[in-house]
């Protein structure tokens, strides 16, 4: 196997601060006057000699960030009206004046101007429980294809787990076709793209017999797996009028996981060990003990002193309270977990980053993992973690898969201790650097599914390129 030799060691913080240290530029950001900010920032680096390079570095980070915002807020009333209207066709500034003040219809005020979230719209009759029936009253109510899958696969894994007394069963071998693609002529003719992909982490149990099959270039570099955000790194030269494509295709088997936890089985945690002290502590900027989390603690756990059943409560408290949406990039939100908080809703990332957060408060281990979900009714992004309990170990949690539609408590609390056998494990934690490192700001600073791409004039943001997941499923479903 040939490898590409160069290796970048200016390595940058993966996870860089959101505020700078000029007053006068936070405040301007933060009241959403971008523009102005924007000129701040220039005539401070254009005018600072004092300045150092990785100060430099996150001012001009605080730009991008600035255009990552636009972009995802790039919605006027007149857009999310017409969407809304089918479903409210009497709808009026009233009524989005106040789905606006319960967070149910995202929005930001950016120079002056109201600006909604890409898909706000949609997104409030998914939050909004009063909308959410409205669309079920005009559309009807419809079954989820994924859902359905789930309540066939779920009750499977749990049968065979029990006959065979195995918490590692239904294995699923998969073949993928994963695909990054440049735009044309979005770098010049002749330069140079550095791309990283998403790769298999080694070393689950759930994840086995990884299988590199082919890759469209020579030289190229398997990210050892000591990297707990995976990789593979090419490079490609672009061609005028062309799009610049990296491809790559592998094999590997994904088995389900199912432990049938009892609670009173569980052992007292070793408080000093380092498992225990590393995984329970605060990681800024996204998991903080805030006053709100210690008082919202108090009030979903109790008195509660059974680990599991801690985690059960909290598990149940934010499937109950906290709908799925869609949600802004990551890297433009300061404190994630306490963005699900504010805006009472979150995607698979956000919910997980709050279960966890939670979880480590109340003395619980607990670390991210994410990849893809690669079920045949959807194939997607995902995001979920792991939680240890003494007696059993790292256990799953899909905190976004939530209770099932069961009456089969087995099947009802299956992602809280359970997983399926379609998915595809790229992170074992979040915001860690990439190998070879990157240059500049990546497109995702926390998590990492889609890949990345940079060339010597700077970052490609996700505007500039498209990805694409093919899945052969090699075995019988």
Known sequence: MKKYLLIIVYLLSGCLSAQTKFESINKEIFAGNFTNATKMIDSVIANTASLNSLEKYDLEFEKDKMNRVRLDFNKTKDDVIPYIKKYYPEV?????????????????????????????????????????????????????????????HIPEIIDQSTKLNKQIVVPIKMRIKYSLTVLPNTVPDGEIIRCWLPFPREGSKRQTEIKLISINEDNYIVADNKNLQRTVYLEKKVEKDQPTTFLMELEYTCSSEWLNIDPLKLKSYDINS?????????????????DEIKNLSKKIVGDESNPFLKARKIFEWINDTKPWASAREYSTIENISDYCLANCHGDCGIKTLLFMTLARYNGIPTHWQSGWMMHPPEVNLHDWCEAYFEGYGWIPVDQSFGLQNSDDPKVKYFYLGGMDSYRLI????????????????????????????EWRGGNLYFDKWDYHMEVEYLENL
């Open 92 to 152: 009026n500034e009233t009524m989005l004046e106040k789905w606006e003040k319960d967070k149910s219809l995202e929005c930001k005020i950016i120079d002056g101007q109201k600006k909604y979230f890409a898909r706000a719209a949609s997104n409030l009759f998914l939050i909004n429980k009063e909308a959410k029936l409205q669309k079920e009253k005009v559309n009807g109510k419809t079954v989820d294809k994924l859902d359905e899958f789930l309540l066939k």
């Open 274 to 290: 380092e498992l225990y002290n590393n995984f329970t502590e605060e990681r800024p900027p996204h998991i903080v003990f805030t």
């Open 426 to 453: 790229v992170n074992d934690e979040y915001s860690q650097p990439l190998f070879p490192a990157k240059i500049y700001p990546r497109s995702e600073t926390v998590d990492f599914q889609r890949g990345e791409v």
